[in-house]
């Protein structure tokens, strides 16, 4: 083991909860002993070190290894760390699904899924072409001039302050004021949403897990009542109304959609924009080409969110297979780490680097029939971010004296971390 992970050590700078043997779900039985490597990227665990710098040695070992504990913090999974292996996976519908690699509907005991993401054929096939319309670019960019001036209203509330605590100033608010709007929920309840969120992606703490799912599906069930009531111009209303071929969804659906565009709307571009941010407050010189060529920061975009990938789904397989020579059997989980595939030599040579028109395509949207709905809402959406921060704000840094945590599961981020600059 020791050999596979020079840097074993780094291990020890890891604070990872402590669970009841209890609840732990037991390795196969065939699965080889010497496939069973470290894996730091554990529900709830943190460090102070570079969420990333556990990767390079990940590459020097097997294709696709099992790492104790990497779903939901209990249970073992397979983990491939090559970007072909997650494309055969995310496109093997035969002997992988998709249903159930998000556990909030089973932890309190219901059946509903998120939509479309957690939909296998034949039926992933008619939610999503529901759900397409409503993400399309061309009714992304309609809400160009809005995000615009949403991003602005944050930037110049900060701007002559010298400084800001960037997650909680930025990060969160900015992206989460545009979902919001869109799903039509109250803007004053945004430290309410974030203290859920936390509880659903970041508390190792199972029991408060499920507290806050089930908050949060009874807040969505009111707001969808209330929408039967009252329909508006907003995503919930759109998701009682949509049919295809005279096909409604239904109410675990209509649920799942909503509580799918919940997940993505509270924490996945903020946490993209925070990697981002992050790594042009240490890279003084790639900040400044990116203010003299505004017109780079669309690749630029998409390559610190290949090197800085922040997020992990799974699958279960439901027929024996084999990935890499190893053999899959029914009922294994399979992580799909778009932070290892990130960081995959074969695809990406000197795959650490941040070369901003590298223009290499990424795994971190997801791959194939999965392909993230949102995701011309998010590009958008951290393209404003980036123009209007650097047309406003000079020179930026990370405050010398910042000590920063990062949290290594579900969702790879910064905890928090101070930005300063020359006001």
């Known amino acids: 083991m020791a050999s596979l992970y020079p840097e074993l050590a780094l291990y020890d700078q890891i604070d990872t909860p402590a669970v009841d043997p209890v609840h ?5 039985a065939h699965v080889p002993s010497e496939l069973i490597l470290p894996f730091p990227y554990i529900l709830g665990a943190t460090t102070k070190l570079m969420p990333h710098s556990f990767i390079p040695a990940m590459h020097d070992g097997p294709e696709i290894f099992w790492a104790e504990r990497a779903y939901s913090g209990i249970q073992g999974a397979w983990v491939p760390r090559t970007v072909d292996l997650l494309h055969q996976v995310y496109n093997d519908n035969v002997h992988f699904c998709a249903r ?139 998701g009682i109304q949509l049919e295809k071929a005279g096909r409604k969804f239904s109410e675990d659906e209509l649920l799942g959609f909503c509580f799918n565009l919940f997940i993505g709307g509270l924490d996945t571009v903020s946490t993209n924009m925070a990697w981002q941010f992050h790594h042009l407050a240490r890279n003084p010189d790639q900040q400044s080409t990116l203010r003299a060529h505004p017109e780079m920061i669309p690749a630029a975009i998409d390559e610190m969110m290949r090197v800085y990938a922040s997020v992990a789904t799974s699958r279960e397989c439901i027929r024996e297979t084999e990935l890499a020579g190893v053999t899959i059997k029914p009922g294994d989980k399979v992580l799909l ?55 406003e704000i000079p020179e930026f840094s990370i405050a010398p004296d910042a000590d920063i945590t990062y949290y290594l599961a579900a969702i790879v981020q910064p905890v928090e971390f101070p930005l300063v600059w020359k006001a």
Not at 24 to 28: A, K
Not at 144 to 169: P, Q, T, V
Not at 342 to 370: K, M, Q, T
């Open 24 to 28: 732990l779900v037991p390795i196969p």
């Open 100 to 238: 159930g690699f998000a556990p909030f509907a089973r932890m309190i005991g219901e059946d509903w899924y998120l939509v479309p993401a957690e939909a296998d054929p034949p039926i992933h096939e008619t939610l999503r072409t529901m759900v397409n319309p409503l993400f399309t670019p061309k009714r992304m960019a309609a809400l160009e001039d809005k995000i615009r001036g949403y991003a602005r209203e944050y930037i110049l509330g900060f701007r002559d302050r010298g400084g800001c605590n960037f997650m909680a100033d930025f990060a969160f608010e900015f992206p989460i004021k545009v979902f919001l709007e869109l799903m039509g929920l109250p803007q004053d309840r945004v430290a309410q949403f974030m203290l859920w969120e936390h509880k659903l992606l970041h508390e190792p703490d199972l029991q408060e897990v499920i507290n806050g799912t089930q908050l949060v599906v009874d807040y969505l069930r009111e707001e969808i009542e209330d929408r039967r009531r009252n329909p508006r111009e907003d995503l919930i209303s759109y």
């Open 337 to 391: 780490p778009t932070f290892l595939a990130g960081h995959d030599p074969v695809a990406y040579p000197n795959p650490e680097e941040v070369i901003l028109d590298r223009a290499a395509r990424h795994v971190s949207f997801g791959y194939g029939p999965h392909l993230c709905i949102g995701m011309h809402l998010a590009r958008r959406e951290m393209r404003i971010a980036l123009e209007e921060f650097l047309k």
